[in-house]
Nanobody, 121 residues
Framework: QVQVAESGGGLVQPGGSLRLSCTASRSITIEVMAWYRQAPGKQRELVASITTIGRMEYADDAKGRFTISRDKGKNTVYLQMDSLKSEDTALYYC????????????????WGQGTQVTVSS
C-alpha cells in the first residue's frame, strides 16, 4: 500500500513564507509529484507539479511566489511558498503518480490527507 504524507502547514501572516513537505512510500516508482489545494467551497486545483526528469509546472497564481523541488532518492517533494496572500488559505494536498509492483507493474495516483495553510493577520 502506498502512503503519501504531507507536513509543514500552519498559520502565517500575509507576506510570510511556509515550506511544505511530502513523502511517498518507497514502494512506488514516482513519475510525477504535485501539490493541489482546496479552499472552502471551491474545487481542488493544481498548484505545482514536478516530473521525475525535473520538468516543473505552476498555476498562474503560484508563478514567481512558489517553488516546487524534489529529493528523488527519498520520494519527497517540497513546496516553498513565499509572499503568501490570504487567498492562499486552503487545505494543501500532495499527489504522487507512478508505478508499483504486485505480481506485475501497475500505474496509479495516490493522495495524502492534506495539510492546512492559513494566511491571516
Amino acid at each position: 500500500q502506498v502512503q503519501v504524507a504531507e507536513s509543514g502547514g500552519g498559520l502565517v501572516q500575509p507576506g510570510g513564507s511556509l515550506r511544505l513537505s511530502c513523502t511517498a512510500s518507497r514502494s512506488i516508482t514516482i513519475e510525477v509529484m504535485a501539490w493541489y489545494r482546496q479552499a472552502p467551497g471551491k474545487q481542488r486545483e493544481l498548484v505545482a507539479s514536478i516530473t521525475t526528469i525535473g520538468r516543473m509546472e505552476y498555476a498562474d497564481d503560484a508563478k514567481g511566489r512558489f517553488t516546487i523541488s524534489r529529493d528523488k532518492g527519498k520520494n519527497t517533494v517540497y513546496l516553498q511558498m513565499d509572499s503568501l496572500k490570504s487567498e492562499d488559505t486552503a487545505l494543501y494536498y500532495c499527489y504522487a503518480f507512478g508505478s508499483t509492483y504486485s505480481g506485475g507493474y501497475s500505474r496509479s495516483g495516490y493522495w495524502g490527507q492534506g495539510t492546512q495553510v492559513t494566511v491571516s493577520s
